[in-house]
């Protein structure tokens, strides 16, 4: 089971290296969409999406001289005609669950669509241009021939995209011969011809992670505290030390070499309980609040209902969450799904109860910032709660969900 799992992880990596989806221009907003988008939807990273929007930005303006490339859909491009030296590389580090994939997704999106909150199939067909390798260890006997068949479809992919997004997740665990392609990527660009010095490569680790840690801890949990330069010079110390642990792939000057071509050591630092607390609330507004809403229904949790939620997700004991954010969704999934799959059926009973009237008429009204709205409306002779309040139950240890009456 095990080399068959192993066999079938390895031709899915060679299938998604050779089947390229999506567009291959990033949009003449993609600065734009990047300083709007990832800001609004990653929350605790500020020092890590702020460096990398200006780095991003300031790789796609244009050259000194004003010029200016042309987009695949017609019209201008604010990307550079000129092509600069060499490709953006960043490095970005981290514990799991802190937001390090899902930043490359919607840097995806902002990249490559023009309304990147609309672009559901990227990855997919809506960013063809970018390519995630998900790690590069092969079989001992078929190593060689896996990992030539992935560098031809690497180049062959950075070769046919104008402005490509290369991803490679893990990549401090690569292998000797994978962390030979990576260096020969990132230290001669020009092997992959001109196209490849458009490209923006990130390189995601959870390597750094105990420092990045250690960081905020002396920092009172006050990121702010912290430059990014202090975190830059931590990261890239943990990384070329890294490098040269055995098994020794190279010598100290590649080692000294792939350090300076990385433009940016970006950190992903732990989550801390503010944080997870603003999380869970999105959760509930984005998964939950809108499914009641489909229903004709809205959602609000008390104060303490969040807080009980936020005491399920496993702090071990410390300042930050063990698996970052990953434990909101589950903690989530566990108590409150079943009682908003509950309320949606009573909406669609009441629905059904009044669908003989000859009239409709719905109040419309959210519940957000304190604001009073409405907490009801009719369908037919019905009348239907609009509003459910999620709070803690009177034993203390589960929640409920009550609609509320005037």
Known sequence: MGLGLAIGAVAALIWAALHIQGTTRFVPEACSNVASFLPAHVVGQDLAISQLVDAVCEHLAP????????????????????????????????????????????????????????????????????????????????????????????????????????????????????????????????????????????????????????????????????TPEAAESRLREVVLSAWRR???????????????????????????????????????????????????????????????????VDFAGGSYPIEGAKQVSTVCVKHVSRLVRKAQEELKAARGRGAGAAHSKDVKGHVTGGQQHQHQHHIGSVVVAAEYVLAVAPSGRELQLLPVED
Request: aromatic content about 6%.
């Open 63 to 226: 050259d000194s001289d004003g010029s200016s490339s042309s987009s695949s859909s017609g019209g201008s491009s604010s990307i550079r005609a000129q092509a600069p030296r060499k490709p953006l590389i960043i490095s970005v580090h981290g514990p799991p669950g802190v937001g390090k994939t899902f930043t490359h997704t919607l840097l995806a999106r902002a990249l490559y669509n023009r309304d990147p909150a609309a672009a559901v199939d990227c990855p997919g067909e809506q960013c063809k241009g970018a390519k995630v390798l998900y790690g590069l260890n092969y079989l001992e006997g078929d190593r060689a021939g896996q990992l030539g068949q992935v560098r031809a479809a690497v180049l062959d992919h950075l070769r046919s995209t104008p402005n490509p997004l290369l991803v490679v997740e893990e990549y401090d665990k690569l292998d000797c011969d994978s962390r030979g392609l990576l260096r020969q990527l990132v230290r001669h660009p020009e092997l992959a011809n001109s196209s490849m010095s458009r490209a923006i490569v990130l390189l995601e680790s959870n390597l750094g992670f105990l420092e990045l840690e250690a960081m905020l801890t002396a920092a009172g949990g006050d990121k702010s505290q912290i």
């Open 246 to 312: 055995p098994p020794a792939c190279e010598g100290l000057e590649d080692t000294l070499a792939f350090g300076a071509a990385v433009d940016f050591f970006l950190p992903f630092f732990p989550l801390t309980r503010p944080e997870i607390t603003s999380l869970m609330e999105m959760e509930l507004r984005s998964r939950y609040g809108s499914r009641l809403e489909a229903a004709g229904g809205f959602l609000r949790a008390t104060p303490d209902a969040l807080a009980w939620l936020v005491d399920r």
